[in-house]
């Protein structure tokens, strides 16, 4: 397992226009030697200062197609969806060109949507380019939490999407599949403060990829990983 290269800034802010101008390179680079572009993008809070200088750069976005890592099962206009944060910071201005393929869709609950979702993401163009990744102190990613009654399925199943029940959320999520997650050709990893940094030198080290399911995507060699890392 090769270490993932690492890119290290004092402050968030430079980071998050940094890695935005590195994946607006990759994206046209696709778009060039392919014709299209694919990106799963992570929510949460990290995310939100990149997608919005990612935004503002001059790609031939109608070439683009952006979908989620993993979603909370809520409305698109509730403040917890990771659908809304999309279109309220990438997808504007220019970017709005591009394609957004959403998880949500209209089934009661993420289990009934699952099948529905495995359709539409089984059309979109694999290997995607990037998967932009977070992590959360616990050690996940995506919606792969520690303790959940769905983390071996999630880290075995050939499907792309599945539905899970995060152990401390209050909602239902979809989420990529490990194996999603690794049929793409850039991983990009991004984390910010002490603790995360703490959890990521310590995924690195060793541990189970049940105790930190962000090992799904360190310990692998089929996919470069790039890391990067604020205080
Ligand atoms: O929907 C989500 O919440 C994300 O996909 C999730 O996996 C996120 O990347 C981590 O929880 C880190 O979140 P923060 O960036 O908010 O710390």
């Keep these: 397992m090769s270490r993932p290269v690492e890119h290290v800034f004092a402050d968030g802010a ?8 590195r994946i607006g390179a990759v994206l046209g680079e696709a778009i060039a030697a392919r014709g299209v572009a694919g990106i799963a993008l992570s929510g949460g809070r990290s995310p939100r200062p990149v997608l919005e200088a990612l935004s503002g750069l001059p790609l031939d976005w109608g070439k683009v197609v952006v979908t989620l890592v993993d979603e909370r099962w809520v409305a698109p206009d509730h403040a917890d969806s990771n659908e809304r944060l999309i279109r309220e910071t990438l997808l504007t201005g220019a970017a709005a060109k591009a394609r957004f393929v959403a998880m949500k869709n209209d089934a009661a609950d993420a289990y009934a949507g699952a099948a529905a979702c495995e359709t539409v993401f089984m059309a979109l163009p694999w290997p995607l380019d990037i998967v932009l990744l977070g992590m959360g102190e616990d050690g996940h990613t995506a ?81 470069p990983v790039e890391v990067w890392i604020s205080d």
């Design 14 to 21: 430079a980071a998050a226009e940094n890695l935005a101008r």
């Design 143 to 223: 919606s792969l939490f520690p303790q959940a009654r769905e983390l071996a399925e999630g880290l075995s199943t050939q499907a792309r999407v599945l539905a899970v029940t995060p152990p401390a959320d209050p909602h239902q999520r979809m989420t990529l599949s490990a194996s999603a997650i690794v049929d793409s050709r850039h991983i990009f990893l991004q984390i910010g403060g002490a603790a995360k940094k703490a959890v990521y030198d310590r995924a690195l080290a060793g541990g189970s990829v049940e105790e930190l399911p962000i090992r799904l995507a360190l310990c692998q060699d089929k996919v």
